[in-house]
């Protein structure tokens, strides 16, 4: 079993930038592709983006490519999102999840393991 903690989130200004850690602990890291999600009040728990399980397939919703990057340091058991030009719309609970599949799903239930989400709200 793999529990992951979420850090790094906060309160930013629109265009700026922060980068999410989830780090994982139990279990092989690396047996795992690992995805991020978001969720705003009242609405579904949207993809972000994930990374397979050695880091050499990502995949980014449309809404975030060319500003969010994924990667992971499998020996640090750590996956990051690097959020540049962060703007209004991107304010939400940021989760990262774990799943034992080979590429990364972009739906919530093909994900095992949850962290408990960071909060990050982008000001105008």
């Known amino acids: 079993q793999v529990q992951l903690v979420e850090s790094g989130g906060g309160l930013v200004q629109a265009g700026g930038s922060l980068r999410l850690s989830c780090a994982a602990s139990g279990g092989s890291f690396s047996s795992y592709a690992m995805g991020w999600f978001r969720q705003a009040p009242g609405k579904e728990r949207d993809f972000v983006a994930g990374i397979s399980r050695r880091g050499a397939a990502t995949s980014y919703a449309d809404s975030v490519k060319g500003r969010f990057t994924i990667n992971r340091d499998n020996v640090k058991k750590t996956v990051y999102l690097q959020m540049n030009n962060l703007k209004p719309e991107d304010t939400a609970v940021y989760y990262c999840?774990?799943?034992?599949?080979?590429?990364?799903?972009?739906?919530?239930?093909?994900?095992?393991?949850w962290g408990q989400g960071t909060q990050v709200t982008v000001s105008t």
């Open positions: 999840a774990a799943a034992t599949s080979i590429i990364p799903p972009r739906t919530p239930g093909g994900y095992d393991y």
